[in-house]
T-cell receptor, first 113, second 111 residues
Framework: GAVVSQHPSWVICKSGTSVKIECRSL??????MFWYRQFPKQSLMLMAT?????????EQGVEKDKFLINHASLTLSTLTVTSAHPEDSSFYIC?????????FGPGTRLLVL | DAKTTQPTSMDCAEGRAANLPCNHS???????VYWYRQIHSQGPQYIIH???NNETNEMASLIITEDRKSSTLILPHATLRDTAVYYC????????????FGKGTRLSVIA
């Protein structure tokens, strides 16, 4: 199947700093990518839909000014967690659609101290 | 909101077939059934999907009832590495509709 990569795989940062997570589709182009987050022992929650060359669409309750999404090319989308706080600590997972199937990255574990 | 219902957990003996059920009684005519699994601390892995016909690939088989209100994912010979949370999801295949995850079934394969 298609491959989606994420970088970094894990990050620890101080409260108040910003963290950028990259998501790449390695062997296909993706006009649309999706960002999810997952808290311990919970399921994946969709945060936003990222569209190449246009603004992202955020799910209800997700702050667009806090979670900045940029989808500048057909193979790269970035999620920036601005002014991170301990409650933003989570597992962030991106996804991209190739044909009928949505493929997922390996995830980025964020710990905010 | 997830449109599927799955048992919270299941056990399966290693080497035996694992049969994971899913109810999707409100599925519409043009929605597909997708199965993914998530091994601890990894991103979800695509397994299989189908519309109304049974499907089989190298990982699993998908059996969809004639009325499409339920389906079963079959792992023919479960191994310890199949221990994971399995998600059954229904979704339209048009546009940019994302996958919406429910709580899934935690499958434990036991030696």
């Amino acid at each position: 199947g298609a491959v989606v990569s994420q970088h970094p795989s894990w990050v620890i940062c101080k409260s108040g700093t910003s963290v950028k997570i990259e998501c790449r589709s390695l062997d296909f182009q993706a006009t649309t990518m999706f960002w999810y987050r997952q808290f311990p022992k919970q399921s994946l929650m969709l945060m936003a839909t990222s569209n190449e060359g246009s603004k992202a669409t955020y799910e209800q309750g997700v702050e667009k000014d806090k979670f900045l999404i940029n989808h500048a090319s057909l193979t790269l989308s970035t999620l920036t967690v601005t002014s991170a706080h301990p409650e933003d600590s989570s597992f962030y997972i991106c996804s991209a659609r190739a044909g009928e199937t949505q493929y997922f990255g390996p995830g980025t574990r964020l710990l905010v101290l | 909101d997830a449109k599927t219902t799955q048992p919270t957990s299941m056990d399966c003996a290693e080497g035996r077939a694992a049969n994971l059920p899913c109810n999707h009684s409100t599925i519409s005519g043009n929605e597909y059934v997708y199965w993914y699994r998530q091994i601890h601390s990894q991103g979800p892995q695509y397994i299989i999907h189908g519309l109304k016909n049974n499907e089989t690939n190298e990982m699993a088989s998908l059996i969809i009832t004639e009325d499409r209100k339920s389906s079963t994912l079959i792992l023919p010979h479960a191994t310890l590495r199949d221990t994971a949370v399995y998600y059954c999801i229904v979704r339209l295949n048009s546009g940019n509709t994302p996958l919406v995850f429910g709580k899934g079934t935690r499958l434990s394969v036991i030696a």
